[in-house]
Every structure is written in C-alpha cells, then in structure tokens.
Antibody, heavy 117, light 110 residues
Framework: QVQLQESGPGLVKPSETLSLTCTVS????????WSWIRQPAGKGLEWIGR???????DYNPSLKNRVTVSVDTSKNQFSLKLSSVTAADTAVYYC???????????WGGGTLVSVSS | QSVLTQPPSVSAAPGQRVTISCSGS????????VSWYQQLPGTAPKLLIY???KRLSGIPDRFSGSKSGTSATLDITGLQTGDEAIYYC???????????FGGGTELTVL
C-alpha cells in the first residue's frame, strides 16, 4: 500500500530556511495533489500548501510569501521549503495525499521541526 | 483562530452517543465536501469520513457524518474508551484557495 515518510533536519535556526522531503512509496506520485500540513505542539492542524503533478500550486495565504512546494516525480518525492523561519514555525510537519483539498487520505508519520538558535 | 469552528471538548459515557459540530461559511463548508479526522495522542491524523458522509474503508459504522448548509456534524454511537481522541473537521475554502480545518474537539469517554 502507499506510504508517506517525511525527512529533514529537526532543528533550524531563526531566519533560515526549513526544508523537508516526503517520500512516497508503494505507488506513483503522479496525478495527485500532495499537501503539507503542520501542527504546533498542543494546537490544531494548519494547511501549508500543495502541489499537483501538472505543476499547479496553492499556498496558505498566511504563509504564501515564504512557502514553496515542489515535486520530483523521478524520485517519487515532494518537498517543502519555508523561508525566514521563526519560533512560531516550530511544529510537527506532515505530508499528505490531497483529494482536491476536500480530504487527505494518506498521511506521513510527521516530523518535528524546532526553530531555535 | 481556525476558519472552521468546533467545540473544544465533548464527553459522554461508554455506549452512549456523541455529536461533534463543525461550523463554517458559504466559501468553505457551504460549497465543498467536508472530511473528519481522528487524532490519537502522538500519532498522525487519520481520515474517518470524506465527501460529507462517506466512511473510509475499515471505519466502523458507529462513525457517521452529515452536512447541512454551512455546518457539518460527526456522530459517534456506541462510544468506546478507544474513541478518546481529538477530532478535526476539514474542507477547502474557495475564497482563500486553501485547505482549512477546525480547531479540533477533544472527546472524553467517561
């Protein structure tokens, strides 16, 4: 079955760029939307942005100026870059398969990213 | 401040029924499908209900969803202690062009 796994640094310094990768195994990354979602400790879910393998992207308006989501179909991976991070960006970051934004049926296990000097 | 509004907590006894509400607007719930997720402590959210009222394969029929206008509801019957979790509603917001979630509702089975 299709599985997702996030990877990347667990610690990022303030003002630097957070970079995460989600590897999709057991199925093709093509012809789907792929989203990033985050969750600060003890708080709710926040949708960050998504990429469709045709090249379409959508971003949360509150993060739009700092976010880039991209896909590498040759590696069956998609990535998140969040620039100029602050402590407020500390959260567990999830990747998920996105069905038109209406629902997310597959999730990675999540990876904790802390922003601290 | 979440775009969708959920009660922070609900509780009920084992075997009883509980309803979790999710309120939005015409730009999100009113014109898009709603989904529901269960998040157990320390784990990723798990999709329960999609397209307002469809259960994901393997989800017990004790869980059901509905939508009316700009609100949606998750019903859980025959409560079990294993149902204790935080439940989130979600949908797409056509005005924001963004995915949106409720703030989450913590279910306690007394």
């Amino acid at each position: 079955q299709v599985q997702l796994q996030e990877s990347g640094p667990g610690l990022v310094k303030p003002s630097e760029t957070l970079s995460l990768t989600c590897t999709v195994s057991g199925g093709s990354i093509s012809s789907y939307f792929w989203s990033w979602i985050r969750q600060p400790a003890g708080k709710g879910l926040e949708w960050i942005g998504r990429f469709y393998t045709s090249g379409t992207t959508d971003y949360n308006p509150s993060l739009k100026n700092r976010v880039t989501v991209s896909v590498d179909t040759s590696k069956n991976q998609f990535s998140l870059k969040l620039s100029s991070v602050t402590a407020a960006d500390t959260a567990v970051y999830y990747c998920a398969r996105d069905w038109s934004g209406w629902y997310f049926d597959l999730w990675g296990g999540g990876t904790l990213v802390s922003v601290s000097s | 401040q979440s775009v969708l509004t959920q009660p922070p907590s609900v509780s009920a006894a084992p075997g009883q029924r509980v309803t979790i509400s999710c309120s939005g607007s015409s730009s999100n719930i009113g014109n898009n499908y709603v989904s529901w997720y269960q998040q157990l402590p320390g784990t990723a959210p798990k999709l329960l209900i999609y397209d307002n009222n469809k259960r994901l394969s393997g989800i017990p029929d004790r869980f059901s969803g509905s939508k009316s206008g700009t609100s949606a509801t998750l019903d859980i019957t025959g409560l079990q202690t294993g149902d204790e979790a935080i439940y989130y509603c979600g949908t797409w917001d056509s005005s924001l062009s963004a995915g949106v979630f409720g703030g989450g509702t913590e279910l306690t089975v007394l």
